[in-house]
């Protein structure tokens, strides 16, 4: 994104209390644990293939039941 990262929103998102599941896509390996945020539900390495992300989207769906 030309003027915000994934996390920079994600974090934008957090501090404004929006509780939505967010999945997280990078280029790069990211170990999520290391950030305070809480809405951060899955991270996917890209390239992905689409079924993985439909595992992805599926296990946070179901978290959220």
Same mark, same amino acid.
């Given at each position: 994104?030309?003027?915000?990262?994934? =996390? #920079?929103?994600? +974090?934008?998102?957090? $501090? +404004? @209390?929006?509780? !939505?599941?967010?999945? =997280?896509?990078?280029?790069?390996?990211?170990?999520?644990?290391?950030?305070? =945020? $809480? *809405?951060? @539900? @899955?991270? &996917? !390495?890209?390239? &992905?293939?689409? $079924? #993985? =992300?439909?595992?992805?989207? *599926?296990? &946070?769906?179901?978290?959220?039941?």
């Amino acid at each position: 994104m030309p003027q915000m990262s994934g =996390l #920079q929103i994600a +974090e934008k998102l957090s $501090n +404004e @209390e929006i509780a !939505i599941p967010i999945i =997280l896509m990078s280029g790069f390996d990211i170990d999520t644990r290391s950030f305070s =945020l $809480n *809405n951060i @539900e @899955e991270t &996917v !390495i890209k390239p &992905v293939n689409i $079924n #993985q =992300l439909k595992k992805s989207i *599926n296990k &946070v769906l179901k978290k959220k039941r």
